[in-house]
C-alpha cells in the first residue's frame, strides 16, 4: 500500500537530518514554514497531495504581507472560515482527487503537491527573479496561486468574495480591475 502523501520533513517530525539541513528549507526562509504547514495540513485532512488551498491557508497564517494584500473585514474572515471548514464538509469533494484545472502540463508536478501547488511554488520563483529578488515571497506565492482561475485557492477566494483578479493586480502594484 502506498502512503498517503509522502512523509513529513525531518523538521516536522522533530528529527534533523545528519547534515542538519531541513528538506522544506530549499523554499527559503520565508516560504519555508508556509510548505511546511501545507503539508501538516495536508496529513491532518487525510489529502493525498498539497493543493494550492493548503498553500494559501498557510501563507495566510505565516505571512503578513500576503494577509494584508487580501484586506481585511469580514471578506478575509469569510476566506478563512472556508479554509478552515475544508475537512468538515466544505472541500470534502476534494478528497481523493488530483488538483488540476488542465491548464498545466503534469511534468510539473513535484513529489507530494498537486499539479497546479507545484506550478505556483514554480510561478513564485519565477516572479521573484522576474523582479531581481533572490526567492520568493509571500506576494509572489498569492499572486501565482490566484493566476489559475481552475485552482482552489482561486477557487476559495471567489467563494468568499475576494475577485482573484483583483488580488493579482494588488500583489504585481498595479490599479485593481474594475467590476
Known amino acids: 500500500m502506498q502512503p498517503r502523501i509522502p512523509r513529513q520533513s525531518a523538521g516536522e517530525q522533530g528529527v534533523r537530518r545528519p547534515d542538519g539541513v531541513d ?3 530549499r523554499f527559503g526562509p520565508e516560504l519555508a514554514p508556509v510548505v511546511s504547514g501545507a503539508r501538516r495540513r ?3 485532512d487525510g489529502d493525498r497531495q498539497i493543493d494550492t488551498a493548503h498553500l494559501l491557508h498557510s501563507l495566510l497564517e505565516h505571512d503578513p504581507e500576503a494577509r494584508a494584500l ?4 469580514p471578506r478575509l474572515a469569510r476566506l478563512l472560515g472556508y479554509l478552515v471548514q475544508r475537512s468538515i464538509g466544505y472541500g470534502l469533494r476534494w478528497q481523493a482527487t488530483v488538483e488540476d484545472s488542465g491548464a498545466v502540463p503534469v511534468l510539473t ?3 507530494g503537491f498537486s499539479p497546479l501547488a507545484a506550478a505556483a ?3 513564485a520563483r519565477d516572479r521573484a ?3 531581481g529578488a533572490p526567492r520568493p515571497g509571500g506576494a509572489d506565492l498569492l499572486a501565482a496561486l ?3 482561475p481552475g485552482a482552489r485557492a482561486a477557487e476559495v477566494l471567489t467563494r468568499a468574495g ?3 483578479h483583483a488580488v493579482l493586480a494588488r500583489a504585481d502594484g498595479r490599479p485593481e480591475p474594475l467590476a
Open 23 to 25: 528538506d522544506d528549507a
Open 42 to 44: 495536508a496529513v491532518r
Open 70 to 73: 487580501l484586506g481585511d473585514g
Open 109 to 111: 508536478a513535484a513529489a
Open 121 to 123: 511554488l514554480d510561478g
Open 129 to 131: 527573479a522576474r523582479r
Open 146 to 148: 490566484v493566476t489559475d
Open 162 to 164: 475576494l475577485d482573484p
